[in-house]
Each structure stands twice: as structure tokens, then as C-alpha cells.
């Protein structure tokens, strides 16, 4: 379910994005009259008065590129909330990454109500029973960032190996760069602006493809995946002896050499 929400976030946000920045693109008509050559109509959608993402007075909207951007953030909000199920280790680390994914989730999904409306309605439409979970937004990356440091704190030290930890910490790497102050000065680097990027809309839906391959690679199975190098454990010659099978003591030069026991070496640590 996830992988499918991620999916048609990315398509409904690519939607959007090229009804507005399709004449940066291509040979392509201005997305409203007026816009006579195609350098000028480049730079003047460039103006924030056509943002279609929680838009403000004054407002022009475009097609319905408001809509479709609005039912985007709708499908990407659920799925960081069920991801955030997976990323546990200890109990509290459960709970703290739930709320985490919660909190982020409802940041997208108020940015998809509200921006829903105001393409329904044809202006800017303010919910303030949502301005609180706005707020979180300057927040929420630090979140995800979190989260994705928690999803592969198994793997730090070891050898690296893209199982399922990792990809859940591409995935929630992948959410932070997607958010809008991550976007905002991602685009802008990536194609400045006196407004708003022509990348705007096309990064996070990258980002958001990135995380939805994410998602499905932790589906393969993983006798599929690149297998763990086998490693022979180390042996300290300073540790105490230990007993193997049948309570046989075993000095540390033995648990390094083959043995004629099979129980043995498993025992010792082999």
C-alpha cells in the first residue's frame, strides 16, 4: 500500500509540476494567456503568484495543477506514517519513531488539505484548525533525518550491505530532502530564481521515486539481496577459556583451528 501511495504521489506531483514549468522545458504554449514568448512566459511563472502549494493572496491558479499537488501530499503523508511502524529496535524506540512518522505525516497531509481546497475553490483557502501541524514543518526534517539515523544504526560498524535497515534509511533520507525548506534551497541552487525554481515540484517528486524504490527493495526477499560476506569471528588469545559441547574447556589457539567435533567449533563461536 505504501509503495502504491508513494507511486501516484510522485505522478500526481509530476502532473502538477508540468502544467505549470512545461514552457522551461519544451516548445510548449504558456500555461495562461498573456504569457506572449516563451523566454518571458518562463520567467513569469516564475512569480509566486502562481505557487500552487498552500497558496496565498494574491493567487493565480493554473489549470488544475493546485488540485493534483494537493491530492500528491495527501498520498505522500500515509506512508511515512506506516513506515514510521518499522523503524523499532527497543520498545521506546518504537513508540518515539511513531510519533515521529506521525507528526511528519500530519505535515503533509495539512499541506494536501489545504492546498486541495484552494484548488477546488479557485482562491486561497486558510484551515486554522491546521496552523499548529504547519508549525511542525520547520521541524520535520530534523525528524526524518532521525529516523533515517535510527533505521541504520544496525548497520553502522558492520559490513555494508543494502538489506532492509538500509533502504528504510534511504527512504527516510529521501523524505527529508522532499520537504519544502529542503526543496526550496535544493531548487534554487540547482536553477536560481527571483522566485520559484522551474525545479520546484520535479525535486520532490524525484525524491519521492527514490523513496518508493526504497520501499520496494525491502519487499525482495533476501536470499535475493547481495549476501553478508561471511566473516570468521576474531579471537582475543587473552580471553578466558570458554566451554564447548559437553563442557569440554577450550583454550582460544583451539576455537581457531578445525576441530574433529562439530558441536564444538559452533560452540566456541565459530
Known sequence: MALLLLMASAVLGLQAAWSRWAVCFVDADPPLPGMATLDGACVAVQDHLYDYTIPSDPWMP???????????LLALGLPVVLLSLTVMNRWF???????AG????????????????????????????????????????FITLG?????????????????RDVWLGVFWAAMTV???????????????SHDTSPMTGFF???????AAVAVAMTLVPARRRPARPGRRRSVDPGRR???????????????????????????AGR
Not at 62 to 72: F, T, W
Not at 204 to 210: F, G, H, S
Not at 245 to 265: C, E, K, N, Y
Open 178 to 192: 522532499a520537504q519544502p525548506l529542503p526543496e526550496l534551497f535544493t531548487t534554487l541552487f540547482l536553477w536560481s
Open 93 to 99: 524506540i518504537w513508540v518515539l519513531g511513531v510519533a
Open 102 to 141: 506521525i507528526a511528519v505525516g500530519s505535515v503533509w497531509l495539512a499541506m494536501g488539505v489545504q492546498t486541495f481546497l484552494s484548488g477546488l475553490a479557485g482562491e486561497p483557502v486558510q484551515v486554522d484548525d491546521l496552523a499548529g501541524v504547519h508549525a511542525l514543518g520547520v521541524f520535520a526534517p
Open 241 to 267: 577459556p570458554r566451554a564447548g559441547a559437553g563442557g569440554i574447556v577450550l583454550s582460544a589457539q583451539w576455537t581457531d583451528r578445525p576441530t574433529p567435533f562439530p558441536g564444538v567449533g559452533r560452540c
Open 204 to 210: 520532490r517528486c524525484a525524491a519521492v521515486v527514490v
Open 62 to 72: 493554473i489549470a488544475d495543477a493546485a488540485q493534483r499537488e494537493g491530492l500528491s
Open 147 to 163: 529516523l533515517a539515523v535510527v533505521a541504520i544504526h544496525g548497520d553502522v560498524g558492520r559490513d555494508l550491505n543494502l538489506d
